[in-house]
């Protein structure tokens, strides 16, 4: 199995598991495999140094929070301000979802309740889909920013490897 079917592999379980959660779970699981893929897209651009990543991304580092590591992606030039800004919404429903018991009606918090599904709608990296369900909006952000973060990666690594191969390649001509 290559990298690139096992991604598959990957995505396709996640997915099905969204499809099978509550709101609050979908919201949770959601942002959690959007927050995998940006940490592993900001590791590949760092030096790989254990202890210090350790320090910096682990329980209570400096990075360990989703909104740090946006911050830092942006920095880095991983994602332009707008991805960041969708991230940022992501993250913001997460929140919402995460430490919300009801909506303010008292109601059981939804994709529908009015402040969650405005973010929803409000994600720029699906706004030329015209989705009409908030929860169907957020999954396919999910979605997109994973495999944009996947690529941004993929790419990474391939440029490195070609310039490593092409400074080798002069050194021993």
């Not at 402040?115 to 999954?139: N, Q």
């Not at 952000?141 to 996947?150: E, F, H, P, V």
């Amino acid at each position: 199995m290559t990298l690139d079917d096992e991604a598959l592999r990957r995505a396709e379980t996640l997915i099905t598991e969204l499809e099978n959660q509550t709101d609050r779970g979908a919201a949770i699981i959601g942002v959690a495999w959007v927050e995998e893929a940006l940490q592993a897209a900001i590791e590949s651009v760092l030096e790989s140094d254990k202890k210090t990543w350790d320090r910096l991304f682990g329980r209570s580092g400096p990075l360990s929070s989703l909104s740090a590591k946006i911050d830092l992606a942006r920095l880095l030039n991983i994602c332009s301000k707008v991805i960041a800004k969708d991230l940022h919404l992501l993250r913001e429903i997460r929140n919402d979802f995460a430490h919300t018991i009801a909506a303010k009606d008292h109601t059981g918090l939804t994709f529908k309740s009015t402040h969650i599904a405005d973010k929803c709608f409000t994600i720029k990296c699906i706004a030329h889909e015209a989705l009409s369900e908030p929860r169907h909006a957020f999954v396919r952000a999910c979605a997109i920013l994973n495999s944009d973060l996947y690529i941004h990666r993929f790419f990474r690594e391939r440029i490195t490897s070609r310039e490593t191969i092409h400074a080798r390649s002069e050194t021993d001509a």
